[in-house]
Protein backbone atom coordinates (compact mmCIF):
# COMPACT_ATOMS: atom_id res chain seq x y z
CA UNK A 1 0.00 0.00 0.00
CA UNK A 2 2.89 2.26 0.70
CA UNK A 3 4.49 1.92 -2.59
CA UNK A 4 1.26 1.90 -4.19
CA UNK A 5 0.70 5.87 -2.11
CA UNK A 6 4.05 6.78 -3.66
CA UNK A 7 4.05 5.78 -6.86
CA UNK A 8 0.39 8.36 -6.67
CA UNK A 9 2.25 10.98 -5.19
CA UNK A 10 5.55 10.89 -7.08
CA UNK A 11 3.38 10.38 -10.85
CA UNK A 12 1.29 13.19 -9.79
CA UNK A 13 4.48 15.87 -8.56
CA UNK A 14 6.77 13.65 -10.91
CA UNK A 15 8.39 17.34 -11.87
CA UNK A 16 9.94 17.74 -8.18
CA UNK A 17 12.63 15.84 -7.74
CA UNK A 18 12.29 12.65 -5.59
CA UNK A 19 15.90 11.90 -4.40
CA UNK A 20 16.79 8.16 -2.64
CA UNK A 21 19.73 6.82 -1.09
CA UNK A 22 23.11 6.71 -3.97
CA UNK A 23 24.66 3.58 -3.61
CA UNK A 24 24.65 -0.01 -4.23
CA UNK A 25 21.55 -2.36 -4.05
CA UNK A 26 21.56 -6.08 -4.54
CA UNK A 27 18.76 -7.60 -6.97
CA UNK A 28 18.29 -11.52 -6.30
CA UNK A 29 21.68 -13.12 -5.12
CA UNK A 30 23.90 -11.83 -7.19
CA UNK A 31 27.55 -13.60 -7.36
CA UNK A 32 30.77 -12.42 -9.27
CA UNK A 33 29.23 -12.71 -12.74
CA UNK A 34 25.88 -11.51 -12.36
CA UNK A 35 25.51 -7.82 -14.91
CA UNK A 36 25.97 -4.32 -12.93
CA UNK A 37 22.85 -1.82 -13.79
CA UNK A 38 23.17 1.62 -13.11
CA UNK A 39 20.56 4.35 -13.06
CA UNK A 40 20.01 7.81 -11.13
CA UNK A 41 18.51 7.95 -7.32
CA UNK A 42 14.94 9.06 -8.76
CA UNK A 43 12.97 7.17 -6.07
CA UNK A 44 10.24 6.40 -8.56
CA UNK A 45 12.27 5.05 -11.30
CA UNK A 46 14.50 3.36 -8.84
CA UNK A 47 11.37 1.29 -7.19
CA UNK A 48 10.20 0.25 -11.02
CA UNK A 49 13.20 -1.22 -11.82
CA UNK A 50 13.58 -3.16 -9.15
CA UNK A 51 10.31 -4.35 -10.03
CA UNK A 52 11.10 -4.59 -13.01
CA UNK A 53 14.19 -7.02 -12.46
CA UNK A 54 12.17 -9.29 -10.28
CA UNK A 55 13.27 -12.93 -10.80
CA UNK A 56 17.11 -12.01 -11.94
CA UNK A 57 20.24 -11.84 -9.88
CA UNK A 58 21.76 -8.61 -10.54
CA UNK A 59 23.76 -5.77 -9.30
CA UNK A 60 22.48 -2.12 -8.94
CA UNK A 61 24.40 1.15 -8.79
CA UNK A 62 22.18 4.17 -7.55
CA UNK A 63 23.90 7.34 -9.17
CA UNK A 64 23.39 10.51 -7.23
CA UNK A 65 21.72 12.70 -9.89
CA UNK A 66 19.75 15.12 -7.82
CA UNK A 67 16.67 12.69 -7.56
CA UNK A 68 15.52 13.28 -11.25
CA UNK A 69 14.74 11.01 -13.72
CA UNK A 70 17.46 9.61 -16.13
CA UNK A 71 17.14 11.46 -19.35
CA UNK A 72 16.26 15.01 -17.14
CA UNK A 73 19.30 13.62 -15.22
CA UNK A 74 21.47 13.41 -18.14
CA UNK A 75 20.50 16.24 -20.39
CA UNK A 76 20.59 18.69 -17.24
CA UNK A 77 23.97 17.62 -16.75
CA UNK A 78 23.30 16.08 -12.98
CA UNK A 79 24.56 12.36 -14.23
CA UNK A 80 27.27 13.08 -16.34
CA UNK A 81 30.30 11.31 -16.31
CA UNK A 82 31.63 12.40 -13.34
CA UNK A 83 28.29 10.66 -10.90
CA UNK A 84 29.07 7.48 -12.56
CA UNK A 85 32.62 6.93 -11.52
CA UNK A 86 31.62 8.50 -8.42
CA UNK A 87 29.25 5.92 -7.63
CA UNK A 88 31.85 2.51 -9.04
CA UNK A 89 34.84 4.17 -6.86
CA UNK A 90 33.13 4.41 -3.60
CA UNK A 91 30.53 1.82 -4.04
CA UNK A 92 33.26 -0.96 -3.45
CA UNK A 93 31.33 -3.29 -6.59
CA UNK A 94 35.21 -3.81 -8.41
CA UNK A 95 35.76 -5.92 -5.10
CA UNK A 96 32.31 -8.02 -5.85
CA UNK A 97 32.68 -8.67 -9.45
CA UNK A 98 35.25 -10.71 -11.90
CA UNK A 99 34.27 -7.88 -14.63
CA UNK A 100 34.17 -4.72 -15.71
CA UNK A 101 30.96 -4.30 -17.57
CA UNK A 102 28.49 -1.67 -16.88
CA UNK A 103 25.14 -1.24 -18.79
CA UNK A 104 23.72 1.88 -18.31
CA UNK A 105 20.28 3.47 -19.35
CA UNK A 106 20.32 4.65 -22.98
CA UNK A 107 18.95 7.61 -22.42
CA UNK A 108 21.37 8.63 -19.92
CA UNK A 109 23.96 8.92 -23.27
CA UNK A 110 23.33 12.66 -23.64
CA UNK A 111 25.41 12.75 -20.34
CA UNK A 112 27.53 10.15 -19.60
CA UNK A 113 30.38 9.78 -22.13
CA UNK A 114 31.16 5.69 -22.30
CA UNK A 115 34.95 6.17 -23.35
CA UNK A 116 35.65 8.75 -20.41
CA UNK A 117 34.18 6.27 -17.70
CA UNK A 118 36.63 3.51 -19.23
CA UNK A 119 39.86 6.01 -18.72
CA UNK A 120 38.87 7.43 -15.98
CA UNK A 121 37.87 4.21 -13.72
CA UNK A 122 38.50 0.87 -16.24
CA UNK A 123 34.65 -0.27 -16.65
CA UNK A 124 33.19 -0.21 -20.34
CA UNK A 125 29.89 0.92 -20.99
CA UNK A 126 26.60 -0.65 -22.77
CA UNK A 127 24.12 1.50 -22.59
CA UNK A 128 20.85 -0.68 -22.37
CA UNK A 129 17.61 -0.60 -23.11
CA UNK A 130 15.00 2.84 -23.38
CA UNK A 131 12.51 1.08 -20.97
CA UNK A 132 12.94 -1.05 -18.09
CA UNK A 133 10.87 -3.54 -19.01
CA UNK A 134 12.87 -4.49 -21.72
CA UNK A 135 16.18 -5.11 -19.19
CA UNK A 136 15.23 -8.67 -19.00
CA UNK A 137 14.82 -9.95 -22.37
CA UNK A 138 17.90 -7.53 -23.22
CA UNK A 139 20.00 -9.34 -20.45
CA UNK A 140 18.64 -12.50 -21.61
CA UNK A 141 20.09 -11.83 -25.46
CA UNK A 142 23.48 -11.23 -24.72
CA UNK A 143 23.18 -7.42 -24.23
CA UNK A 144 21.78 -7.05 -27.76
CA UNK A 145 19.12 -4.60 -28.38
CA UNK A 146 16.22 -4.87 -30.66
CA UNK A 147 15.01 -2.10 -32.73
CA UNK A 148 12.25 -1.67 -30.68
CA UNK A 149 14.01 -1.18 -27.30
CA UNK A 150 16.20 1.43 -29.24
CA UNK A 151 13.34 3.67 -29.28
CA UNK A 152 11.59 5.87 -26.91
CA UNK A 153 7.57 5.85 -27.58
CA UNK A 154 4.70 7.74 -25.79
CA UNK A 155 2.22 4.73 -24.77
CA UNK A 156 -1.40 5.89 -23.05
CA UNK A 157 0.08 5.56 -19.86
CA UNK A 158 2.87 7.41 -20.36
CA UNK A 159 0.34 10.22 -21.33
CA UNK A 160 -1.56 10.32 -18.86
CA UNK A 161 1.01 9.88 -16.32
CA UNK A 162 2.26 13.81 -17.67
CA UNK A 163 -1.19 14.95 -17.97
CA UNK A 164 -1.34 14.47 -14.28
CA UNK A 165 1.87 15.29 -13.50
CA UNK A 166 0.61 18.85 -14.74
CA UNK A 167 -3.22 18.48 -13.82
CA UNK A 168 -1.95 18.50 -10.52
CA UNK A 169 -0.03 21.49 -9.48
CA UNK A 170 -2.43 23.49 -11.76
CA UNK A 171 -5.06 22.07 -9.84
CA UNK A 172 -3.80 23.35 -6.73
CA UNK A 173 -3.10 26.78 -7.94
CA UNK A 174 -6.81 26.87 -9.86
CA UNK A 175 -8.34 25.69 -6.38
CA UNK A 176 -6.52 27.94 -4.03
CA UNK A 177 -7.01 30.90 -6.47
CA UNK A 178 -10.83 30.20 -6.70
CA UNK A 179 -11.75 29.75 -2.65
CA UNK A 180 -10.29 33.07 -2.60
CA UNK A 181 -12.55 34.93 -5.67
CA UNK A 182 -15.09 32.55 -6.55
CA UNK A 183 -15.40 29.80 -4.42
CA UNK A 184 -18.37 28.33 -7.17
CA UNK A 185 -16.35 28.38 -9.93
CA UNK A 186 -13.72 25.40 -7.79
CA UNK A 187 -15.01 22.38 -9.56
CA UNK A 188 -15.92 23.55 -12.95
CA UNK A 189 -12.17 25.33 -13.61
CA UNK A 190 -10.63 21.87 -12.05
CA UNK A 191 -12.94 20.00 -14.55
CA UNK A 192 -11.34 22.65 -17.00
CA UNK A 193 -7.81 22.27 -16.29
CA UNK A 194 -7.72 18.41 -16.10
CA UNK A 195 -9.84 17.70 -18.95
CA UNK A 196 -7.30 20.22 -20.95
CA UNK A 197 -4.70 18.20 -19.84
CA UNK A 198 -5.51 14.90 -20.46
CA UNK A 199 -6.33 16.10 -24.39
CA UNK A 200 -2.75 18.16 -25.03
CA UNK A 201 -0.88 14.73 -23.77
CA UNK A 202 -3.06 12.65 -25.50
CA UNK A 203 -4.05 14.19 -28.83
CA UNK A 204 -1.92 17.21 -29.46
CA UNK A 205 0.99 15.29 -31.60
CA UNK A 206 -1.99 13.88 -33.70
CA UNK A 207 -4.28 17.05 -34.25
CA UNK A 208 -2.94 18.80 -38.13
CA UNK A 209 -0.75 22.15 -37.43
CA UNK A 210 -1.74 24.99 -34.83
CA UNK A 211 -2.84 22.25 -32.53
CA UNK A 212 -2.76 24.29 -29.53
CA UNK A 213 -5.08 26.51 -30.84
CA UNK A 214 -8.22 23.84 -31.91
CA UNK A 215 -7.54 22.71 -28.07
CA UNK A 216 -7.91 26.03 -26.48
CA UNK A 217 -10.15 27.11 -28.73
CA UNK A 218 -12.66 23.16 -28.28
CA UNK A 219 -11.89 24.04 -24.18
CA UNK A 220 -14.23 27.81 -25.28
CA UNK A 221 -17.30 26.00 -26.94
CA UNK A 222 -17.66 23.67 -24.28
CA UNK A 223 -17.41 25.83 -21.51
CA UNK A 224 -19.46 28.73 -23.06
CA UNK A 225 -22.04 25.62 -23.73
CA UNK A 226 -21.48 24.90 -20.06
CA UNK A 227 -22.23 28.42 -18.58
CA UNK A 228 -24.62 29.20 -21.11
CA UNK A 229 -26.89 25.92 -20.43
CA UNK A 230 -26.49 26.60 -16.36
CA UNK A 231 -27.74 30.32 -16.69
CA UNK A 232 -24.38 31.65 -15.97
CA UNK A 233 -23.54 35.94 -15.81
CA UNK A 234 -21.03 37.79 -17.96
CA UNK A 235 -18.33 37.36 -15.27
CA UNK A 236 -18.56 33.38 -15.92
CA UNK A 237 -18.75 34.17 -19.84
CA UNK A 238 -15.62 35.69 -20.04
CA UNK A 239 -13.55 33.64 -17.97
CA UNK A 240 -15.00 30.92 -20.31
CA UNK A 241 -12.93 32.38 -22.87
CA UNK A 242 -10.03 33.35 -20.80
CA UNK A 243 -9.16 30.17 -18.76
CA UNK A 244 -9.16 27.91 -21.47
CA UNK A 245 -6.28 30.13 -23.58
CA UNK A 246 -4.68 30.50 -20.42
CA UNK A 247 -4.64 26.58 -19.27
CA UNK A 248 -3.69 25.47 -22.92
CA UNK A 249 -1.04 28.18 -23.07
CA UNK A 250 0.79 26.61 -19.63
CA UNK A 251 0.57 23.18 -20.52
CA UNK A 252 2.31 23.50 -23.80
CA UNK A 253 4.94 26.03 -22.42
CA UNK A 254 7.01 23.20 -21.96
CA UNK A 255 5.18 20.67 -24.37
CA UNK A 256 9.21 19.75 -26.19
CA UNK A 257 10.55 18.84 -22.66
CA UNK A 258 7.74 16.95 -21.31
CA UNK A 259 7.16 14.49 -23.86
CA UNK A 260 9.50 12.42 -26.45
CA UNK A 261 7.91 14.29 -29.53
CA UNK A 262 9.51 18.07 -29.84
CA UNK A 263 12.72 18.54 -30.26
CA UNK A 264 14.69 20.98 -27.73
CA UNK A 265 17.79 21.80 -26.76
CA UNK A 266 18.00 25.36 -28.29
CA UNK A 267 21.62 27.69 -28.34
CA UNK A 268 21.27 30.92 -28.92
CA UNK A 269 18.22 30.73 -30.16
CA UNK A 270 18.76 29.32 -33.71
CA UNK A 271 17.00 26.25 -35.06
CA UNK A 272 19.85 23.85 -35.00
CA UNK A 273 19.75 20.26 -36.93
CA UNK A 274 21.66 17.38 -36.67
CA UNK A 275 24.21 17.01 -39.76
CA UNK A 276 25.84 13.50 -40.16
CA UNK A 277 29.97 14.38 -41.85
CA UNK A 278 29.74 10.92 -43.91
CA UNK A 279 33.30 10.87 -44.52
CA UNK A 280 34.36 10.76 -41.26
CA UNK A 281 31.79 8.13 -40.16
CA UNK A 282 33.51 4.20 -39.65
CA UNK A 283 30.66 2.40 -38.90
CA UNK A 284 31.28 2.09 -35.09
CA UNK A 285 27.55 2.73 -34.59
CA UNK A 286 27.19 4.57 -31.58
CA UNK A 287 24.81 6.82 -32.81
CA UNK A 288 22.76 3.94 -34.26
CA UNK A 289 22.52 2.02 -30.81
CA UNK A 290 21.80 5.47 -28.52
CA UNK A 291 19.19 7.47 -30.88
CA UNK A 292 16.05 7.29 -28.54
CA UNK A 293 14.30 7.77 -32.00
CA UNK A 294 16.09 5.73 -34.35
CA UNK A 295 17.29 8.29 -36.83
CA UNK A 296 19.89 6.32 -37.93
CA UNK A 297 20.03 3.04 -39.90
CA UNK A 298 23.15 0.94 -40.57
CA UNK A 299 24.06 0.87 -44.55
CA UNK A 300 24.44 -2.96 -45.77
CA UNK A 301 27.46 -4.15 -46.90
CA UNK A 302 29.12 -0.65 -45.64
CA UNK A 303 30.62 0.06 -42.35
CA UNK A 304 29.08 3.62 -41.89
CA UNK A 305 25.43 5.08 -41.07
CA UNK A 306 22.79 6.68 -42.89
CA UNK A 307 21.06 9.55 -41.30
CA UNK A 308 17.93 8.03 -42.77
CA UNK A 309 15.26 9.90 -40.19
CA UNK A 310 16.45 13.13 -39.31
CA UNK A 311 13.25 14.50 -39.13
CA UNK A 312 12.76 11.98 -35.92
CA UNK A 313 15.46 13.98 -34.51
CA UNK A 314 14.51 15.74 -30.90
CA UNK A 315 18.01 17.21 -30.74
CA UNK A 316 19.12 15.20 -27.29
CA UNK A 317 22.92 15.46 -28.48
CA UNK A 318 23.48 11.83 -27.42
CA UNK A 319 24.59 10.37 -30.89
CA UNK A 320 26.76 13.46 -30.69
CA UNK A 321 28.20 12.51 -27.19
CA UNK A 322 29.21 9.28 -27.96
CA UNK A 323 30.60 9.70 -31.56
CA UNK A 324 34.11 8.95 -30.82
CA UNK A 325 34.84 10.24 -34.52
CA UNK A 326 32.79 13.30 -33.99
CA UNK A 327 31.17 12.84 -37.26
CA UNK A 328 28.11 14.18 -36.02
CA UNK A 329 27.35 18.17 -35.14
CA UNK A 330 24.38 20.61 -35.00
CA UNK A 331 24.10 22.87 -37.90
CA UNK A 332 22.09 26.08 -38.46
CA UNK A 333 20.14 26.73 -42.47
CA UNK A 334 23.31 29.19 -42.73
CA UNK A 335 25.97 26.66 -42.11
CA UNK A 336 26.89 27.74 -38.35
CA UNK A 337 27.43 24.75 -36.37
CA UNK A 338 27.80 23.62 -32.90
CA UNK A 339 30.77 21.67 -32.45
CA UNK A 340 30.80 17.92 -30.41
CA UNK A 341 33.23 19.61 -27.78
CA UNK A 342 30.38 22.07 -27.18
CA UNK A 343 27.40 19.62 -26.61
CA UNK A 344 29.39 17.53 -24.66
CA UNK A 345 30.28 20.55 -21.95
CA UNK A 346 26.92 22.40 -22.32
CA UNK A 347 23.96 20.81 -20.88
CA UNK A 348 19.73 21.73 -20.87
CA UNK A 349 18.92 23.99 -18.33
CA UNK A 350 14.88 24.14 -17.18
CA UNK A 351 14.28 26.31 -20.37
CA UNK A 352 15.61 23.79 -22.76
CA UNK A 353 18.81 25.78 -23.66
CA UNK A 354 21.91 24.88 -23.63
CA UNK A 355 23.55 26.97 -20.68
CA UNK A 356 25.00 24.49 -18.24
CA UNK A 357 28.15 23.60 -18.45
CA UNK A 358 29.86 20.42 -16.76
CA UNK A 359 32.74 18.92 -17.57
CA UNK A 360 34.65 20.01 -15.13
CA UNK A 361 34.69 17.75 -12.76
CA UNK A 362 37.28 16.69 -10.37
CA UNK A 363 38.37 12.88 -10.14
CA UNK A 364 36.60 10.68 -8.20
Request: aromatic residues 8%.
Amino acid sequence: MIALLKDVLQTAFRMAPWPTEPGLRTIGNPGRKSPVLLTANYDLTVRRLERALRGLDAWLLVAPAGGINVWCAAAGGHLTTHQVVTVLKTSGIDQLVDHRNLVVPQLAATGVEDLAVFRRARWRVRFGPARAEDIPDYLAAGGKKSDAMRRVTFPLRDRLEVAAAWATPIGILVTVAALLLQPAWTLPLLALSTGLAVTVFTALDRLPGGGRWWIAAAGVLVSLLCVTLSGGGTAAMVACIGAPIGFTALLTFDYAGSTPLEGSGGFDGQDWQITLDAERCIGLYRCWEVCPQACYEKIEGEARVDLAHDERCVRCGACIVQCPRDALYFEDGEGQRIEPETIRRFKLNLLGRRSIQVGDEPEA
